[in-house]
């Protein structure tokens, strides 16, 4: 069982950055491929990115490649999400998911754990 809390969301305006973290409890987390999704009204939830266990192995979506960076601290239990250059359309809720899949997939239904959700809004 793995519970995952994010949190380094807020307002920024388009340009800035802000790195969002995701902290998982229990012995587990380095057994997990983790990744990051986003929701924004309207919408479906959509893959972001991707990290596998030992997180030598990150995996971007097209929209974000170049802007945000992924990464994990397996001795913190902790995922990040660096985001840079950040743009209007990134405004979503933001979650971190865990997967028992061998690695992060894109595809919503191979997760099994959930955080809550942060919520990122970029002003133009």
């Known amino acids: 069982q793995v519970q995952l809390v994010e949190s380094g969301g807020g307002l920024v305006q388009a340009g800035g950055s802000l790195r969002l973290s995701c902290a998982a409890s229990?012995?587990?987390?380095?057994?997990?491929?983790m990744a990051w999704f986003r929701q924004a009204p309207g919408k479906e939830r959509e893959f972001v990115a991707g990290?596998?266990?030992?997180?030598?192995?990150?995996y971007y979506a097209d929209s974000v490649k170049g802007r945000f960076t992924i990464s994990r601290d397996n001795a913190k239990n902790t995922v990040y999400l660096q985001m840079n250059s950040l743009k209007p359309e990134d405004t979503a809720v933001y979650s971190c998911?865990?997967?028992?899949?061998?690695?992060?997939?894109?595809?919503?239904?191979?997760?099994?754990?959930w955080g809550q959700g942060t919520q990122v809004t970029v002003s133009s």
């Open positions: 229990g012995r587990t987390f380095s057994y997990h491929a």
């Open positions: 990290i596998s266990r030992s997180g030598g192995s990150t």
């Open positions: 998911a865990a997967t028992n899949v061998l690695v992060a997939t894109p595809t919503l239904r191979d997760y099994g754990y």
